[in-house]
């Protein structure tokens, strides 16, 4: 992300228009058409949701999640999935994509929106995501945009009132606070069995818990605040206010229309069609806002909100007379009320913060510490409060934050007893002290803090979801009751019942040591690590000894299928989340195996021919092809685009064209796994370990399926081909021949043989005679001839082997 507001030289793109439209796939699909990419969400709900999406594509070690109190980074991301506050603003990429870009008119958030608007780019491209309303501003300021203007996929109706008995199934009730939520899903309950719940003050693990349940059907009602309103894909086919006014922050107002439309807009998806309409407590819309709702026109936002980015930090004074700069631009309206504006002015006046803010390191850290956000909106002054000491212990001694202060005020939210209210605040609390930790420089010890208010904020949200179902889930139409135990803490005389592999089921009674629910033992899968995860190479996957699933033949060698151990003893809820994060584990391997080559960043449609034809070769073969392949591309390509493949690994070899980390062992491991999978063969004995196999021992197997070479009586691993190769046309390579022959065991007659074959002499000088190549068959490491074909190639030659088919 580049902040520069100089910075104009990339393709800048508006796609405005209404709900269901399909702007957010479609800039996804386009950022995993670049190498590197960003995007920013509203909502860290919505963040995590496109970030499962994406990892789904092309797995959790390429993805980076970032929000104000959740990271999941792995060490080389190539795309990052953000909150738009979180968007690091120091982290240059290709591709960036701001959504929901009309909430840079919101009266408290607006300015972050305006600020990425105005100075947010890719190096090569941006996208903004959001409402037609927005078209004015952004050619206003961004002439140079093309702005797009996207259509609904489906019709959107007004339906009229109903009463909560007689709205149809797949529907969303939205009420504005969490006590009109909590009455109408307790009363959805008693009439239909079930509901589900989703406000924005959940933590992500309840949330995707609560739409996890309704997304698969075990319940067929939800009810919910404004949150969905802001891109959650349901599968939603009528939405019903229950309210049409909500309290903002500062007063109680109406609904503006286009946010009536943004909420409304969430009932049908893709080519569906959806309804809106009102519970018979409300009074009939009136038809000029059912008309602007049905057509999606609503009057264009005129102004947005504007803060100051040239801060004067020499004082507390001078920095809160920079904050209230008016803009120079009529466009802009100043923000009125932001809690950071606000903390700021009271401290500003405390004795001991003046004497201590006197300079401008001291006067940025006070900002920072006014930037900790109030998720708990109570009383403003015991914010205020909390704010002060954090302030005073960071400006004294060691600058950390003393541990045992810390302990006290983390300490008593590690409860999970209480009703939903008493959760939901302990819930508000702790994300307060997740932020705070995620600030490294502040903490001894910061990961310590960081596990340890993760921890707790999960235990308090499957606390939280457990009650959510107790009180609006009837236990007749659930499973979730159920208690697992760990494979660790089983007992050893354990039957063998179909639940023997995935845990013992103790019943209804929550506390038993030792078990977990469904939800927390899902919750575990969903957010553990890729190196948590026990992959066989059979395929078979596990996590804490616990078998999870397996993976089954695909269309082809990178897209083996996914299949749920003993699918019958998860709630279809569960089944859909373990499934998801398997699917992403399984992109992760298939990257792994092909030397982590961005593939799908290659063959986008802005790249030549001659780099999406090699590098979708160089996918089909998992990263390693024959030169034979692709030469005549590799040759066609600029030099900027070989330095480009050069830089992502990519060797032009003696014998093959390779991604150097495809030919390292934990690669050869995988594409013997996917290979084996998608032949439905076991592979040859010593495959990938030893790296030299006797030709005769690969029983109708292609050598170069498994990343070997036949040279003559034996088949040598590729890098080690390679290796040889460079050896001995290398004017000095002769003492490295000699060492990897001594080191393979090749004597005699056989390292004669070995070596003539591969160019050289029997004492490993060059050989002047220049060989003829070998015209392989075929030509690709994965199965031969498209992509879909099950046969593996092998080079033609009198007395070769058939090749080995799955059947």
Same mark, same amino acid.
């Given at each position: 992300? +580049?902040?520069?507001?100089?910075?104009?030289?990339?393709?800048?793109?508006?796609?405005?228009?209404?709900?269901?439209?399909?702007?957010?796939?479609?800039?996804?699909?386009?950022?995993?058409?670049?190498?590197?990419?960003?995007?920013?969400?509203?909502?860290?709900?919505?963040?995590?949701?496109?970030?499962?999406?994406?990892?789904?594509?092309?797995?959790?070690?390429?993805?980076?999640?970032?929000?104000?109190?959740?990271?999941?980074?792995?060490?080389?991301?190539?795309?990052?999935?953000?909150?738009?506050?979180?968007?690091?603003?120091?982290? *240059?990429?290709?591709?960036?994509?701001?959504?929901?870009?009309?909430?840079?008119?919101?009266?408290?958030?607006?300015?972050?929106?305006?600020?990425?608007?105005?100075?947010?780019?890719? #190096?090569?491209?941006?996208?903004?995501?959001?409402?037609?309303?927005?078209?004015?501003?952004?050619?206003?300021?961004?002439?140079?945009?093309? &702005?797009?203007?996207?259509?609904?996929?489906?019709?959107?109706?007004?339906?009229?009132?109903?009463?909560?008995?007689?709205?149809?199934?797949?529907?969303?009730?939205?009420?504005?606070?969490?006590?009109?939520?909590?009455?109408?899903?307790?009363?959805?309950?008693?009439?239909?069995?079930?509901?589900?719940?989703?406000?924005?003050?959940?933590?992500?693990?309840?949330?995707?818990?609560?739409?996890?349940?309704?997304?698969?059907?075990?319940?067929?009602?939800?009810?919910?605040?404004?949150?969905?309103?802001?891109?959650? +894909?349901?599968?939603?086919?009528?939405?019903?206010?229950?309210?049409?006014?909500?309290?903002?922050?500062?007063?109680?107002?109406?609904?503006?229309?286009?946010?009536?439309?943004?909420?409304?807009? #969430?009932?049908?998806?893709?080519?569906?069609?959806?309804?809106?309409?009102?519970?018979?407590?409300?009074?009939?819309?009136?038809?000029?806002?059912?008309?602007?709702?049905?057509?999606? #026109?609503?009057?264009?936002?005129?102004?947005?909100?504007?803060?100051?980015?040239?801060?004067?930090?020499?004082?507390?004074?001078?920095?809160?007379?920079?904050?209230?700069?008016?803009?120079?631009?009529?466009?802009?309206?100043?923000?009125?009320?932001?809690?950071?504006?606000?903390?700021?002015?009271?401290?500003?006046?405390?004795?001991?913060?003046?004497?201590?803010?006197?300079?401008?390191?001291?006067?940025?850290?006070?900002?920072?510490?006014?930037?900790?956000?109030?998720?708990?909106?109570?009383?403003?002054?015991?914010?205020?409060?909390?704010?002060?000491?954090?302030?005073?212990?960071?400006?004294?001694?060691?600058?950390?934050?003393?541990?045992?202060?810390?302990?006290?005020?983390?300490?008593?939210?590690?409860?999970?007893?209480?009703?939903?209210?008493?959760?939901?605040?302990?819930?508000?609390?702790?994300?307060?002290?997740?932020?705070?930790?995620?600030?490294?420089?502040?903490?001894?010890?910061?990961?310590?803090?960081?596990?340890?208010?993760?921890?707790?904020?999960?235990?308090?949200?499957?606390?939280?979801?457990?009650?959510?179902?107790?009180?609006?889930?009837?236990?007749?139409?659930?499973?979730?009751?159920?208690?697992?135990?760990?494979?660790?803490?089983?007992?050893?005389?354990?039957?063998?019942?179909?639940?023997?592999?995935?845990?013992?089921?103790?019943?209804?009674?929550?506390?038993?040591?030792?078990?977990?629910?469904?939800?927390?033992?899902?919750?575990?899968?969903?957010?553990?690590?890729?190196?948590?995860?026990?992959?066989?190479?059979?395929? +078979?996957?596990?996590?804490?000894?616990?078998?999870?699933?397996?993976?089954?033949?695909?269309?082809?060698?990178?897209?083996?299928?996914?299949? =749920?151990?003993?699918?019958?003893?998860?709630?279809?809820?569960?089944?859909?989340?373990?499934?998801?994060?398997?699917?992403?584990?399984?992109?992760?391997?298939?990257?792994?195996?092909?030397?982590?080559?961005?593939?799908?960043?290659?063959?986008?449609?802005?790249?030549?021919?001659?780099?999406?034809?090699?590098?979708?070769?160089?996918?089909?073969?998992?990263?390693?092809?024959?030169?034979?392949?692709?030469?005549?591309?590799?040759?066609?390509?600029?030099?900027?685009?070989?330095?480009?493949?050069?830089? =992502?690994?990519?060797?032009?070899?003696?014998?093959?064209?390779?991604?150097?980390?495809?030919?390292?062992?934990?690669?050869?491991?995988?594409?013997?796994?996917?290979?084996? =999978?998608?032949?439905?063969?076991?592979?040859?004995?010593?495959?990938?370990?030893?790296?030299?196999?006797?030709?005769?021992?690969?029983?109708?197997?292609?050598?170069?399926?498994?990343?070997?070479?036949?040279?003559?009586? &034996?088949?040598?691993?590729?890098?080690?081909?390679?290796?040889?190769?460079?050896?001995?046309?290398?004017?000095?390579?002769?003492?490295?021949?000699?060492?990897?022959?001594?080191?393979?065991?090749?004597?005699?007659?056989?390292?004669?043989?070995?070596?003539?074959?591969?160019?050289?002499?029997?004492?490993?000088?060059?050989?002047?005679?220049?060989?003829?190549? #070998?015209?392989? *068959?075929?030509?690709?490491?994965?199965?031969?001839?498209?992509?879909?074909?099950?046969?593996?190639?092998?080079?033609?030659?009198?007395?070769?082997?058939?090749?080995?088919?799955?059947?």
């Amino acid at each position: 992300m +580049n902040s520069s507001p100089s910075n104009r030289s990339s393709v800048v793109v508006a796609e405005l228009g209404p709900t269901n439209t399909g702007k957010t796939h479609r800039a996804i699909e386009r950022m995993l058409e670049h190498e590197t990419g960003m995007m920013g969400l509203p909502l860290r709900l919505l963040a995590r949701e496109v970030y499962d999406r994406v990892t789904a594509r092309v797995g959790e070690g390429r993805v980076a999640l970032m929000t104000g109190e959740e990271k999941r980074i792995p060490p080389h991301p190539s795309y990052w999935v953000c909150t738009v506050e979180a968007m690091p603003t120091d982290r *240059h990429v290709d591709f960036l994509a701001v959504d929901e870009i009309q909430l840079a008119a919101h009266r408290e958030r607006g300015h972050v929106f305006t600020d990425r608007l105005l100075h947010a780019r890719g #190096r090569k491209e941006t996208w903004f995501l959001g409402a037609d309303t927005m078209r004015p501003m952004v050619q206003t300021f961004i002439p140079q945009a093309v &702005v797009k203007r996207a259509n609904r996929l489906s019709q959107l109706r007004y339906a009229g009132r109903k009463s909560l008995k007689s709205l149809p199934p797949r529907s969303a009730v939205v009420a504005f606070s969490a006590d009109r939520v909590y009455e109408l899903a307790e009363t959805l309950r008693r009439l239909r069995g079930g509901v589900a719940v989703v406000l924005g003050a959940l933590s992500p693990r309840t949330r995707n818990a609560q739409v996890a349940m309704y997304q698969a059907g075990e319940v067929q009602y939800l009810v919910a605040t404004d949150a969905i309103g802001m891109g959650l +894909n349901l599968d939603l086919n009528h939405v019903a206010f229950a309210a049409l006014s909500k309290y903002d922050g500062a007063e109680q107002r109406e609904l503006y229309p286009d946010e009536l439309a943004q909420i409304a807009g #969430r009932a049908g998806r893709h080519l569906n069609d959806g309804s809106f309409g009102i519970l018979n407590t409300l009074p009939e819309l009136p038809p000029r806002l059912v008309s602007a709702i049905e057509t999606h #026109r609503f009057p264009a936002i005129k102004s947005l909100i504007w803060r100051n980015e040239a801060l004067d930090f020499s004082s507390p004074e001078a920095l809160l007379d920079s904050l209230s700069r008016a803009p120079k631009h009529a466009a802009f309206v100043r923000v009125e009320r932001a809690d950071d504006f606000d903390a700021l002015k009271e401290l500003s006046h405390v004795p001991a913060i003046r004497e201590i803010a006197a300079d401008r390191a001291s006067v940025e850290l006070l900002w920072q510490v006014c930037q900790i956000p109030d998720f708990r909106k109570g009383l403003f002054g015991q914010h205020v409060s909390l704010l002060k000491e954090t302030f005073l212990q960071l400006s004294e001694g060691d600058g950390k934050l003393d541990p045992s202060w810390l302990n006290r005020q983390v300490a008593p939210l590690d409860d999970v007893s209480g009703d939903i209210h008493t959760l939901m605040d302990r819930l508000a609390a702790i994300r307060i002290w997740t932020y705070i930790s995620h600030r490294s420089s502040w903490l001894h010890e910061a990961e310590h803090w960081q596990e340890r208010t993760r921890r707790i904020e999960d235990a308090l949200g499957d606390a939280l979801h457990e009650r959510l179902v107790e009180r609006f889930v009837q236990r007749a139409a659930r499973r979730s009751a159920r208690r697992f135990v760990r494979a660790t803490e089983r007992p050893a005389a354990e039957s063998d019942s179909p639940f023997a592999k995935l845990g013992q089921l103790l019943g209804d009674t929550p506390g038993v040591d030792g078990t977990m629910t469904e939800e927390q033992f899902v919750q575990q899968v969903v957010d553990a690590k890729h190196e948590a995860f026990e992959v066989e190479a059979s395929g +078979n996957i596990s996590f804490e000894g616990q078998p999870l699933g397996r993976l089954v033949r695909g269309k082809d060698l990178r897209t083996p299928q996914l299949a =749920l151990a003993e699918p019958e003893v998860w709630t279809a809820g569960a089944r859909q989340r373990l499934e998801r994060r398997l699917v992403a584990l399984a992109r992760d391997l298939v990257t792994e195996a092909m030397g982590y080559f961005p593939a799908e960043a290659l063959t986008g449609t802005d790249r030549s021919p001659q780099m999406r034809g090699l590098s979708y070769r160089l996918a089909g073969g998992l990263g390693v092809i024959t030169q034979a392949e692709g030469r005549e591309q590799w040759r066609l390509l600029d030099e900027d685009s070989r330095e480009r493949l050069r830089a =992502l690994g990519v060797r032009e070899g003696q014998r093959f064209l390779y991604v150097t980390h495809a030919l390292a062992p934990h690669a050869l491991q995988r594409r013997s796994m996917l290979t084996t =999978l998608f032949h439905q063969s076991p592979a040859p004995p010593g495959v990938p370990q030893e790296p030299v196999l006797a030709a005769a021992d690969l029983s109708g197997w292609d050598a170069r399926v498994f990343g070997y070479e036949e040279i003559g009586p &034996v088949a040598l691993r590729i890098d080690i081909v390679e290796r040889l190769s460079e050896a001995l046309r290398h004017p000095h390579g002769s003492r490295e021949v000699h060492t990897l022959m001594q080191e393979l065991k090749l004597e005699g007659g056989l390292r004669t043989r070995v070596l003539r074959e591969l160019g050289g002499q029997q004492g490993g000088a060059p050989s002047k005679r220049r060989r003829r190549r #070998r015209r392989p *068959h075929g030509g690709s490491f994965g199965p031969s001839a498209s992509p879909s074909s099950s046969q593996a190639p092998r080079p033609a030659g009198a007395g070769r082997r058939p090749d080995r088919t799955g059947q």
